[in-house]
């Protein structure tokens, strides 16, 4: 499989085990000193991500998302990825889902022979159901 593969799967891995609640799956998929970087929030690691992934796994909160990538760069051991990504998120007893939707860019390395997320931009916003925005 091409490293271009390779990271589109990654994403789709990404995507699927985030629906199905697999902290597990997620956790393994980005380096040990990865950093997150989120509007509003210092920048996190792994730790952090992981200790936010497992409560969201144990909540009844129910995640969906599509992300469409943009552009893929690969240097050597190091690639980027520019996407558009969004996320739905139902909570039991609302009505609406809450929706968050914008551009990710992601800076994945090779890992013992595998591309794992590195440090990940993540610039979602608020908007609502008809797409207007917040």
Not at 89 to 107: D, F, K, M, S, Y
């Amino acid at each position: 499989m091409s490293d271009e593969n390779e990271i589109r799967n990654l994403v789709r891995t990404w995507m699927a085990a985030t629906k199905a609640g697999d902290s597990a799956t997620v956790i393994s998929l980005m380096t040990d000193d990865v950093v997150f970087l989120v509007p509003g929030h210092e920048p996190f690691g792994k730790s952090t991500f992981e200790k936010a992934t497992e409560a969201q796994a144990k909540s009844s909160v129910e995640f969906d998302g599509h992300s469409e990538i943009l552009e893929v760069k690969i240097l050597g051991d190091w690639a980027y990825i520019l996407a558009k990504l969004e996320v739905v998120a139902t909570l039991p007893n609302e009505e609406q889902p809450i929706v968050r939707a914008g551009h990710t860019l992601t800076i994945l390395r090779k890992d013992s022979g595998k591309w794992k997320i590195a440090r990940d931009a993540n610039l979602l916003a608020p908007i609502n159901k008809s797409g207007d925005g917040a």
